[in-house]
């Protein structure tokens, strides 16, 4: 894997000039993620006594068999979820692999949108995003092995951080977010 990254950064070196990666970038195209580090990312917001009884039903959920979730035509779209600070975003996400991608995800009150586009200039799936009460920042997303699920993060430019989850195999459904106190 680390051969892999080594190459990968080398060769956007020579084909993109230097390149420079924001903090906690991810890397790469794609990870093993496990129910675990979903589980993870989807409760860490929680206080200590939810966290426990949020990450066991993550796991037994990612235990119990399900039918394949993804109505047809979304094999490139589904729910997203981002646990900024101690809030919790729900939305959806939208792609064209590899060329380009967009979320938008809202706790009720705030909203933020994200996207990045290959043919426009980007050198990195690295998404712009925008909130409605004026932050901005970045989401590094990195899809799990199956190509249809992931984790990621997003750093505003006010210091806020959070973690993200995608598709239908972490989620299910994006409404109702099963993961909340």
Same mark, same amino acid.
């Given at each position: 894997m680390f051969?892999?990254?080594?190459?990968?950064?080398?060769?956007?070196s020579l084909l993109g000039g230097c390149v420079l990666l924001p903090p906690n970038h991810q890397g790469g195209i794609a990870?093993?993620?496990?129910?675990?580090?979903?589980?993870?990312?989807?409760?860490r917001h929680l206080d200590l006594d939810d966290y426990a009884g949020?990450?066991?039903?993550?796991l037994e959920y990612f235990e119990t068999p399900h039918p394949d979730r993804i109505p047809p035509g979304h094999s490139t779209s589904g729910p997203i979820a981002v646990m900024l600070e101690d809030e919790v975003y729900r939305g959806?996400?939208?792609?064209?692999?590899?060329?380009?991608?967009?979320?938008?995800?809202?706790n009720g009150v705030n909203s933020c949108s994200a996207s990045y586009n290959a043919? #426009?200039?980007?050198?990195?799936?690295?998404? +712009? &995003?925008?909130c409605n009460d004026g932050r901005?920042?970045?989401a590094d997303l990195i899809l799990a092995m199956d190509?249809?699920?992931?984790?990621?993060?997003? #750093?505003?430019?006010?210091?806020?951080?959070? +973690? &993200?989850?995608?598709g239908y195999l972490p989620l299910g459904q994006a409404?109702?977010?099963?993961?909340?106190?």
């Open positions: 051969r892999f990254v080594a190459i990968v950064a080398g060769l956007s990870t093993t993620v496990s129910p675990e580090e979903y589980g993870q990312r989807l409760c949020c990450l066991s039903e993550v959806h996400y939208d792609s064209m692999p590899p060329f380009s991608a967009s979320f938008r995800v809202s043919g #426009a200039g980007s050198q990195d799936a690295l998404f +712009d &995003v925008y901005s920042g970045w190509g249809r699920n992931g984790i990621g993060r997003l #750093a505003l430019d006010d210091g806020s951080q959070g +973690d &993200v989850v995608f409404e109702p977010y099963p993961y909340r106190p």
